[in-house]
């Protein structure tokens, strides 16, 4: 054969793009209150509990109670994504990148939606006549997982799930609204060790053949990696979870902020969807922009609708 037969050989180029691992976007957008808004700062009304008054006599006079009315206030943040193709680009690449790209853009933009409902969760919420009264979740709303024993912190189990329920069924949260539980790949793999999670008698086969928890004990489970760390070591009550006292502790080496809340305690205003622009750019020789941008804000509506539980992994 003969030895230049290699010039002949031809090279062959797929025509289809793979995306690489990464969050498709948002997963707990839909599991969230969600409105509206047409301003860069808009206002969440709020009334509160109200004790009515015993009438103690005849023909008196009506009863002016002072009914406790909030409000908390939601900033819209703005986030873009722009990319270049160039003409002579194409012609090197023998595929259309647009689709693939604005797949990625996409994408990116519905995980910011995460990264401020997360935050929003886990952070300060604003309120007050202007919106600068900030209010933290308060350790009354937050929870280790523990087992009893341990002074070194455990991952997510049955027991500490039966804790978050309680404290939403003791705070008299609506029971007809939806629960969620944001958790990682850590704590999912804990729960999946735990007899309750897997066995028949108490949960669905589905768990125990397929691997996945999907409802457990009213919650709907959300698997995001994107839940940060605590920046401080965690001190919590060994035998109840209460975190800020008692002789456990979880170094924030270790510290996974999950969280539960009821769906309409967490809210994600829009102001501006997701926009999509593909388009040739004459000042940037004809080549196209893929353009992707929103305008989205989130808040806590209500400090006993959310639940902070800290993870040792």
């Known amino acids: 054969m003969s030895t230049t037969v290699s010039t002949a050989f031809v090279n062959t180029f797929r025509s289809n793009i793979l995306m690489l691992a990464q969050q498709k976007g948002s997963r707990l ?3 969230v209150r969600r409105e509206t808004q047409s301003a860069n700062m808009d206002f969440y009304e709020r009334v509160g509990e109200v004790d009515a008054q015993v009438i103690t006599d005849r023909h008196g006079d009506t009863p002016i109670l002072n009914t406790p009315h909030t409000r908390r206030a939601v900033t819209l943040v703005d986030a873009e994504y722009g990319d270049m193709i160039d003409k002579m680009d194409r012609v090197r690449l023998l595929i259309n990148p647009d689709d693939a790209y604005t797949k990625a853009a996409v994408w990116a933009l519905g995980r910011k939606k995460d990264d401020q409902i997360i935050a ?3 952070g300060n919420a604003y309120g007050g006549v202007s919106g600068t009264t900030s209010t933290s979740l308060p350790s009354t709303q937050k929870l280790a997982a523990h087992d009893g024993a341990t002074t070194t912190g455990v991952n997510l189990n049955v027991e500490t799930l039966r ?5 939403f069924d003791s705070n008299d949260v609506d029971p007809e609204m939806k629960r969620f ?3 990682t790949s850590s704590q999912k793999q804990a729960l999946l060790a735990e007899t309750e999670i897997t066995s028949s008698d108490y949960n669905t086969v589905k768990a125990l053949v397929m691997g ?3 409802t457990f004990m009213g919650f709907e489970f959300i698997r995001t990696e994107r839940l940060p760390r605590n920046s401080t070591d965690i001190t919590y009550t060994v035998t109840t979870g209460v975190v800020g006292a008692g002789t456990g502790t979880i170094t924030a080496a270790k510290s996974r902020r999950c969280f539960a809340w009821i769906e309409d ?3 994600l205003a829009t102001g501006k969807d997701t926009i999509t622009r593909i388009a040739e750019r004459a000042d940037k020789r004809f080549g196209t922009q893929i353009y992707v941008c929103q305008s989205v ?11 902070e539980v800290d993870c040792s992994e």
Do not use: D, Q
């Not at 804790?163 to 404290?167: D, E, F, G, L, T």
């Open 265 to 267: 305690r967490l809210l």
């Open 181 to 183: 539980f944001a958790f």
């Open 212 to 214: 996945e928890i999907n």
């Open 163 to 167: 804790k978050v329920a309680a404290k």
């Open 29 to 31: 957008a839909k599991a």
């Open 297 to 307: 804000g989130s808040t806590r509506l209500e400090e006993v609708g959310v639940v």
């Open 120 to 122: 929003a969760a886990l």
